[in-house]
Nanobody, 121 residues
Framework: QLVESGGGLVQAGGSLRLSCAAS????????VGWFRQTPGKEREFVAV???????DYRDSVKGRFTISRDNAKNTVYLQMNSLKPEDTAVYYC?????????????????WGQGTQVTVAS
């Protein structure tokens, strides 16, 4: 089971840190991705971290967002800085046992319930 937390309302330029906690598995064996979705749009890739801590990001968040993992806490984080109104979405984490960078939703087997991030202008 994956559980996201840390969402909320923030002013443009502010920061939030999202957490994705896993239960019932050894998280260090998994790649973990963050995705986001707004009403009427498809879920889109935000960031991914592999089991070897290789990372990748969508272009629009590079330099602003950082994905990291704490295997001792079975948790993956998404630090989001310099937030913009267009970052407003429901953010989901997803996990899979694959090895490579994975930017497609179809590459993930398990999903959390999502956490709302709202950035006010």
């Amino acid at each position: 089971q994956l559980v996201e937390s840390g969402g909320g309302l923030v002013q443009a330029g502010g920061s939030l840190r999202l957490s994705c906690a896993a239960s019932g598995r050894t998280f260090s064996w998994y790649r973990v991705g963050w995705f986001r979705q707004t009403p009427g749009k498809e879920r889109e890739f935000v960031a991914v971290i592999t089991r070897r801590s290789t990372t990748d990001y969508r272009d629009s968040v590079k330099g602003r967002f950082t994905i990291s993992r704490d295997n001792a806490k079975n948790t993956v984080y998404l630090q989001m800085n310099s937030l913009k109104p267009e970052d407003t979405a429901v953010y989901y984490c997803a996990a899979d046992s694959g090895l490579s960078i994975a930017p497609q939703t179809s590459q993930y087997a398990d999903w959390g319930q999502g956490t709302q991030v709202t950035v006010a202008s």
